[in-house]
């Protein structure tokens, strides 16, 4: 072992702190060269970042599926359990949430009018056009009944 090698070793067995699996399973994928080159600072920051992005545990309930469509293929997850996100990332999950549920409401509102208003236009050409999707049964008697 050159020593070169062996100041690399030395500070990485003084670096080891007892890590979680993901943690030390990517922290071990580092170059042990380039992982002694890091500053203390440097080293806990990616640290930090490994361990607050690593991939979800299980959850109590966990159903995942697909389901097969003619050409397309959709899938669905359910997950359920104890939200651990931090608040910051929980107020703003509620206001993405938020402001789409607005967004979906007011195209609905918006397409509602915008619907009978063609159907009344497509209804109006049918007359003029002559079909008769019923025969001896128009609109206006379906009115008058009500």
């Given amino acids: ?22 943690t030390q399973h990517v922290i071990d994928k580092i170059d042990p060269k380039a992982r002694a080159s890091l500053s203390p600072f440097q080293f806990s920051a990616i640290e930090k970042a490994i361990r607050e992005n690593r991939p979800l545990q299980g959850h109590p309930v966990d159903i995942r599926g697909t389901i097969p469509l003619f ?3 959709y899938y669905y997850v359910f997950l359920m359990g104890r939200d651990r ?5 929980r107020k703003e999950a509620v206001r993405n949430r938020n402001w789409l ?8 509102l918006g397409m509602g009018p915008f619907l009978i208003f063609l159907l009344f236009v497509l209804y109006i050409l049918k007359t ?8 001896d049964a ?7 009944f009500w």
Wanted: net charge negative; proline share 6%.
């Fill in 1 to 22: 072992m050159d020593p070169d090698e062996a100041f690399y070793e030395k500070r990485n067995m003084a670096e080891e702190k007892p890590y979680d699996p993901f």
């Fill in 71 to 73: 050409f397309k293929s």
């Fill in 85 to 89: 996100r931090v608040a910051t990332k």
């Fill in 101 to 108: 549920s607005k967004t979906a409401l007011l195209i609905f």
């Fill in 128 to 135: 003029v056009v002559g079909i008769n999707l019923l025969e």
């Fill in 138 to 144: 128009h609109l206006m008697d379906f009115l008058k």
